[in-house]
């Protein structure tokens, strides 16, 4: 009997091959965990609507962690457990930050992508999340109540200088964190990943040692450092891997089923 009865795990570069498919052996292997009667869901900076076909395709049964913890929703019945959104206020803010710099913004809310004009950045991510994109002009003028996060598209030095500056300035505010190298994310202050693992497992009553998560990036951190045991698949950041408890020799979805087939199954 595996130790481990709650299992988070990361979809992009993770979970994910790298032209974003669940392999075979992914699928396999997240069925004999679920057949073992381990809880096992996707913890995602995605959307819900981005996530669900995933979920699906693995017969997930259980809440997801989308959003980085937003929104903690059923795949199946569509029951919300957990929502929270980005007040409207610091969401301002941070938007007419962003407009100075000139960076591309992808805005979210009721599940809808949506983008302030067509740039190449947004075509891109359309591309990644599988969702067409909404244009809806300036932000500051749509959002009339709080989104559920709010996103800017740069070159990743660019972004490390704007996480470094707003950082100190929403501490306890606004959780800003890098999904990917050229994505920086704003949202709750507790809509992160750890803080959805830990509500989901005391709903479920599962103790903190008994949770294993694994993943790729800096967004995954605090989800890796709150689970009993934290994985890091092998192409996933250093500074990542340096948090983890355990790195993989393999990478993406092999990486998964390697940690899966040596602590689980």
């Given amino acids: 009997m ?10 992009d570069d993770t979970l994910l091959s790298n032209d974003l498919r669940l392999t075979g052996r992914v699928r ?36 997801l962690i989308t959003y980085h913890g937003a929104l903690v929703k059923n795949s199946l019945s569509g029951e919300v457990w957990l929502y929270r959104p980005l007040p409207l ?21 009721d599940e809808r992508l949506l983008v302030e004009r067509d740039t ?27 989104p559920v996060k709010v996103l800017a598209v740069a070159e990743e030095p660019l972004l490390d200088r704007l996480s470094a500056e707003l950082t100190p300035l929403y501490e306890g505010k606004v959780h800003i964190v890098k999904s990917k190298p050229h994505f920086l994310e704003f949202s709750h202050p507790f809509a992160t990943k750890g803080t959805a693992l830990e509500f989901l497992a005391r709903r479920f009553g599962v103790p903190r040692e008994a949770i294993m998560a694994v993943g790729d990036s800096f967004n995954d951190i605090d989800m890796l450092e709150y689970a ?17 408890d355990f790195v993989t020799k393999a990478s993406y979805g092999d990486g998964v089923v390697e940690a899966l087939e ?4």
């Fill in 228 to 244: 009993g045991l934290g994985v890091a698949v092998a192409n996933g950041r250093e500074e990542v891997k340096k948090r983890a």
């Fill in 262 to 265: 040596k602590f689980v199954l």
């Fill in 2 to 11: 595996s130790k481990y009865k709650l299992i988070a795990v990361d979809l």
């Fill in 89 to 109: 206020a610091y969401a301002r803010e941070i938007i007419a930050r962003v407009h100075r710099l000139g960076y591309h913004l992808n805005g979210y809310l």
């Fill in 120 to 146: 190449p950045e947004g075509r891109r991510y359309e591309k990644i999340s599988g969702v067409e994109a909404e244009i809806v002009g300036d932000f500051l003028q749509f959002f009339d109540r709080d």
């Fill in 28 to 63: 396999e292997a997240i069925a004999a965990v679920r057949a073992a009667g381990i809880y096992i869901t996707v913890s995602t900076g995605r959307m819900y609507r981005s996530s669900v076909p995933f979920a699906r395709e693995l017969d997930i049964d259980i809440p």
